[in-house]
């Protein structure tokens, strides 16, 4: 029988300081008209001092696995592109303070595509028989990263970390996980980039300037951009599995800009009313806003079991996929 990765728990996790538009534009040039017409946020949660990538990792796992009814995991993926440390990776601490014992453990970096990349490895590795239950988490401090003097990224990103749990099963039943579509273009690597941090310039005087330490993106461009990839792969993935958009119940893709999410399922052929979207509550939260959004929509019930559900990210790098799965029935915690 073929083996696959199976959806078998959910969690997340939002830190407690809430930043609402107003808040920003008391210090940056925007408003929370602005900020609400452009991109549909209204408020994000950030970490405050002391508060790491990891610790949100660690409260979305340990919910994900209460959820599950199993506190075992042999792997433990964190998709992250603010890492606690350069090194070593995330997960391990995170594997270790979740009393995993020896799981294997390790981080994935492809920005807002990161969690649909950590799915697919993880997925891979229960397929093979390497891995029998993972934890699979997206986490992210982004607060940690954004220049507070630049507006055009301060008011989207957020911080918050969502996690799921797989085990081995078999493809016909529900929270089988497939097919996958993964891509990338690192032609596109300046678009959305903390530019500092590579080798040294061989002229000093040329070495980066306080700003490149920050995170910086081309908004528009990565808008049209972010539209076409996501819903290029996410017809991919429907024509692999014998899928018309008709039949998806619910696109859950990367909250990045309602806007996006508007277009996105202009472009793939599925009504408005079938998206999720919580990114009025949480912002972008990059790697972790896939499984924020499921969380979310999971615990109110905007994912009722039996849903056929399509995934689609898209982030830095540039990286992109899509992957599909049947919502299986799981208790909220
Ligand atoms: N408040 C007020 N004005 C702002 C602003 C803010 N926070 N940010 C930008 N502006 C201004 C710009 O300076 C520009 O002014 P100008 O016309 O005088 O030059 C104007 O608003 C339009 O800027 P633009 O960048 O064209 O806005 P936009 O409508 O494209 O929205 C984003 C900007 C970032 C919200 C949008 O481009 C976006 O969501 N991009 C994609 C993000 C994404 O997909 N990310 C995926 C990976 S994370």
């Not at 796992?61 to 350069?86: I, Y």
């Amino acid at each position: 029988m073929t083996r696959v990765a199976v959806l078998d728990g959910i969690g997340s996790c939002l830190p407690p300081r809430l930043v609402t538009n107003d808040e920003l534009a008391a210090r940056l040039d925007t408003s929370d008209a602005w900020i609400r017409s452009r991109t549909g946020i209204r408020q994000r949660y950030v970490v405050t001092d002391g508060t790491g990538t990891s610790d949100l990792a660690v409260g979305a796992g340990s919910r994900a696995l209460k959820s599950s009814g199993d506190p075992h995991a042999d792997t433990v993926v964190v998709a992250t592109t603010t890492p606690d440390r350069p090194c070593p990776a995330t997960a391990p601490a995170v594997a270790a303070r979740l009393g995993l014992g020896h799981a294997a453990a390790y981080d994935v970096a492809a920005v807002c595509t990161g969690f649909l990349y950590a799915l697919a490895t993880a997925s891979g590795l229960i397929a093979l028989g390497v891995s029998a239950r993972a934890l699979v988490i997206g986490a992210e401090t982004f607060s940690r990263i954004l220049n507070p003097d630049d507006r055009s990224t301060s008011v989207i990103f957020g911080d918050g970390a969502g996690a799921v749990v797989l085990r081995a099963g078999s493809p016909d039943e529900p929270g089988a996980l497939g097919p996958f579509e993964l891509r990338s273009d690192g032609e596109g690597r300046d678009l959305i980039t903390v530019p500092a941090g590579g080798p040294p310039p061989a002229d000093p005087a040329a070495g980066p300037g306080a700003a490149d330490y920050y995170f910086t993106m081309q908004g528009k461009k990565v808008f049209r951009l972010a539209v076409q990839r996501m819903g290029e792969c996410a017809r991919a993935v429907l024509d692999r599995a014998g899928r018309r958009p008709g039949d998806v119940d619910r696109l859950v893709s990367h909250q990045a800009n309602q806007r996006i999410i508007e277009r996105l399922a202009d472009e793939i052929g599925i009504p408005y009313e079938r998206t999720v979207s919580n990114i009025a509550r949480v912002g972008n939260t990059a790697a972790a806003s896939i499984p924020l959004a499921l969380d979310h929509a999971h615990t109110e019930r905007v994912l009722r079991p039996g849903d056929r559900v399509l995934l689609t990210a898209f982030g830095g790098g540039l990286t992109w996929g899509a992957s599909m799965l049947t919502w299986p029935a799981i208790d909220p915690v």
